[in-house]
């Protein structure tokens, strides 16, 4: 929208120059070459009107001037003209039809700073029929609003306009221009507003100006009315519906603006990456990251986004949101690798992370410490991931030998999540939570011992009542017969020593 309407300030301020010089030789020609007398009239003696005459001096350098400039010789109409002010005696008329004609033909050499003060003394000389002098206001005030001087021209002429003068169109035209290049806005507007309502047909540089104006101004009603129109007669300018996407969003309307939005991308009719990027923003804004990573990887694909680093993090930033981790892991390593950057680095060795690859986290973790990035929290998602595969581990029950325990997956899996806690610098933030990840560990392993050790106690008394039984037995079916022997058997010689041979010795 500011391109736009950078373009059509600098599409006015062309304008309004080449409406200057159109119109400024036709009211020029109109100011004084109709008062002007021929040569035949000064061989004649006819009278002329009271005070608007000139002598045979001052005619004959007047009519030598008009031929040399009739010839192409401005600047020899010019200097004739210097000098035939300097005549004595010259009378308000004379003086004012030279200054005239040294303001034309001043201009004709594009000197147009000449040609205004010309035009200004034409008007000073007193010479002038009221009619007159207000054309040459008319002409000076376009030549200011075409020497840059856009608030007194344009001051000048809106006097002119307001004391009665002509409102021809062309004359609105340049003031509305004249008070757009001095970014008087307020000023361009009633002009502005008379000279839409006065066009038919209306073009599309009425709707243009008044776009143009009522933004600058702020009024957001009356442009969204002017957009609606424009849009209604030129549905197929991208830019209309971008300023209309716009208002919406400036007007706190975004889900209207987010609509507008997706109806132009998915009819094709955005195609640019400032364009395809505000679409995408728009989904991740809504809480589609999916859609959102959809478009960003078609679009990429297609070569109308660059896959650039910041592209490719955003990308599968979008994929992450959407815990599509595993179509992210790709995205980050090209983008780990394109950039070395080190943030880069452990997004990706996260995104591995969640998907369990622990080896391969574990590598890209490492290459994030070694280029920079924060030791403990690459640490603490290692050691967490290493900790993690103990879920899909056989547990350690009491029937395993203190060997066997020793040896067992899940023992090795905790002993390397607690060796990548104890790396977590002591400095870091992170030390705390992994000395609690430690104690956790050990504790895990505690509560297997002590478990292992009541359920050993529980089979040892039981065992033994059965042992007892078995020798109060014996002498009534004269053998040793125990229950459960295979269970118990192991705890026999243990018994005995402890009860039986005390009773033997009594």
Same mark, same amino acid.
């Given at each position: 929208?500011?391109?736009?309407?950078?373009?059509?300030?600098?599409?006015?301020?062309?304008?309004?120059?080449?409406?200057?010089? %159109?119109?400024?030789?036709?009211?020029?020609?109109?100011?004084?070459?109709?008062?002007?007398?021929?040569?035949?009239?000064?061989?004649?003696?006819?009278?002329?009107?009271?005070?608007?005459?000139?002598?045979?001096? %001052?005619?004959?350098?007047?009519?030598?001037?008009?031929?040399?400039?009739?010839?192409?010789?401005?600047?020899?109409?010019?200097?004739?003209?210097?000098?035939?002010?300097?005549?004595?005696?010259?009378?308000? &008329?004379?003086?004012?039809?030279?200054?005239?004609?040294?303001?034309?033909?001043?201009?004709?050499?594009?000197?147009?700073?000449?040609?205004?003060?010309?035009?200004?003394?034409?008007?000073?000389?007193?010479?002038?029929?009221?009619?007159?002098? !207000?054309?040459?206001?008319?002409?000076?005030?376009?030549?200011?609003?075409?020497?840059?001087?856009?608030?007194?021209?344009?001051?000048?002429?809106?006097?002119?306009?307001?004391?009665?003068?002509?409102?021809?169109?062309? &004359?609105?035209?340049?003031?509305?221009?004249?008070?757009?290049?001095?970014?008087?806005?307020?000023?361009?507007?009633?002009?502005?507003?008379?000279?839409?309502?006065?066009?038919?047909?209306?073009?599309?540089?009425?709707?243009?100006?008044?776009?143009?104006?009522?933004?600058?101004?702020?009024?957001?009603?009356?442009?969204?009315?002017?957009?609606?129109?424009?849009?209604?007669?030129?549905?197929?300018?991208?830019?209309?519906?971008?300023?209309?996407? %716009?208002?919406?969003?400036?007007?706190?309307?975004?889900?209207?603006?987010?609509?507008?939005?997706?109806?132009?991308?998915?009819?094709?009719?955005? %195609?640019?990456?400032? !364009?395809?990027?505000?679409?995408?923003?728009?989904?991740?804004?809504?809480?589609?990251? &999916?859609?959102?990573?959809?478009?960003?990887?078609?679009?990429?694909?297609?070569?109308?986004?660059?896959?650039?680093?910041?592209?490719?993090?955003?990308?599968?930033?979008?994929?992450?949101?959407?815990?599509? &981790?595993?179509?992210?892991?790709?995205?980050?390593?090209?983008?780990?690798?394109?950039?070395?950057?080190?943030?880069?680095?452990?997004?990706?060795?996260?995104?591995?992370?969640?998907?369990?690859?622990?080896?391969?986290?574990?590598?890209?973790?490492?290459?994030?410490?070694?280029?920079?990035?924060?030791?403990?929290?690459?640490?603490?998602?290692?050691?967490?991931?290493?900790? !993690?595969?103990?879920?899909?581990?056989?547990?350690?029950?009491?029937?395993?030998?203190?060997?066997?325990?020793?040896?067992?997956?899940?023992?090795?899996?905790?002993?390397?999540?607690?060796?990548?806690?104890?790396?977590?610098?002591?400095?870091?933030?992170?030390?705390?939570?992994?000395?609690?990840?430690?104690?956790?560990?050990?504790?895990?392993?505690?509560?297997?011992?002590?478990?292992?050790?009541?359920?050993?106690?529980?089979?040892?008394?039981?065992?033994?009542?059965?042992?007892?039984?078995?020798?109060?037995?014996?002498?009534?079916?004269?053998?040793?017969?125990?229950?459960?022997?295979?269970?118990?058997?192991?705890?026999?010689?243990?018994?005995?020593?402890?009860?039986?041979?005390?009773?033997?010795?009594?």
């Amino acid at each position: 929208m500011i391109d736009t309407i950078a373009t059509q300030k600098t599409k006015f301020r062309v304008k309004a120059a080449s409406l200057l010089g %159109s119109s400024f030789l036709a009211l020029a020609v109109i100011g004084f070459s109709a008062t002007l007398p021929s040569t035949a009239a000064f061989a004649q003696d006819a009278p002329p009107e009271e005070g608007r005459q000139f002598d045979a001096k %001052s005619g004959e350098a007047v009519n030598n001037a008009q031929t040399l400039a009739s010839n192409g010789d401005n600047l020899g109409a010019v200097n004739a003209l210097n000098q035939a002010l300097t005549l004595p005696d010259l009378n308000p &008329y004379e003086k004012s039809t030279m200054y005239q004609m040294l303001g034309q033909y001043s201009y004709e050499l594009d000197r147009p700073g000449d040609a205004q003060r010309a035009f200004e003394n034409a008007i000073n000389a007193g010479g002038l029929l009221p009619n007159e002098v !207000d054309n040459i206001k008319v002409v000076i005030a376009q030549l200011m609003i075409g020497n840059g001087q856009y608030v007194e021209g344009a001051q000048r002429l809106e006097n002119y306009l307001n004391s009665g003068g002509q409102q021809k169109p062309q &004359y609105i035209d340049l003031l509305v221009n004249a008070w757009v290049q001095a970014e008087n806005y307020q000023r361009a507007l009633p002009w502005a507003e008379r000279w839409f309502n006065a066009a038919s047909p209306k073009e599309r540089k009425h709707f243009d100006l008044m776009n143009f104006l009522y933004n600058n101004l702020g009024m957001q009603g009356r442009q969204a009315d002017i957009v609606k129109q424009m849009i209604g007669r030129w549905p197929e300018d991208k830019n209309l519906w971008d300023a209309w996407a %716009s208002m919406l969003a400036n007007g706190g309307r975004e889900q209207e603006a987010f609509e507008v939005t997706k109806m132009l991308y998915l009819g094709g009719a955005l %195609s640019t990456e400032q !364009d395809l990027l505000k679409v995408v923003q728009y989904y991740s804004f809504y809480d589609m990251p &999916y859609q959102a990573a959809e478009i960003l990887e078609r679009e990429m694909n297609a070569n109308r986004i660059a896959k650039t680093p910041d592209k490719l993090k955003q990308l599968s930033g979008l994929f992450r949101q959407a815990r599509e &981790y595993k179509r992210a892991i790709p995205i980050l390593e090209a983008a780990a690798s394109q950039s070395g950057e080190a943030k880069l680095y452990a997004d990706w060795g996260e995104a591995l992370y969640n998907e369990g690859q622990c080896a391969a986290s574990e590598k890209a973790f490492t290459e994030a410490i070694n280029r920079g990035y924060d030791a403990g929290k690459s640490w603490m998602l290692i050691a967490n991931c290493r900790y !993690d595969t103990t879920s899909t581990m056989e547990r350690l029950n009491c029937d395993m030998t203190p060997a066997q325990m020793a040896e067992a997956p899940i023992t090795k899996a905790r002993l390397s999540a607690v060796q990548a806690f104890e790396r977590v610098p002591a400095t870091s933030r992170e030390r705390l939570n992994a000395q609690k990840w430690m104690k956790f560990i050990a504790a895990e392993k505690s509560a297997v011992d002590r478990r292992c050790e009541f359920e050993i106690g529980l089979e040892r008394q039981l065992c033994y009542g059965k042992i007892e039984q078995a020798y109060k037995a014996e002498f009534l079916i004269g053998e040793f017969k125990l229950d459960d022997a295979e269970t118990c058997m192991p705890y026999k010689e243990d018994y005995d020593a402890e009860f039986r041979v005390v009773t033997v010795e009594e």
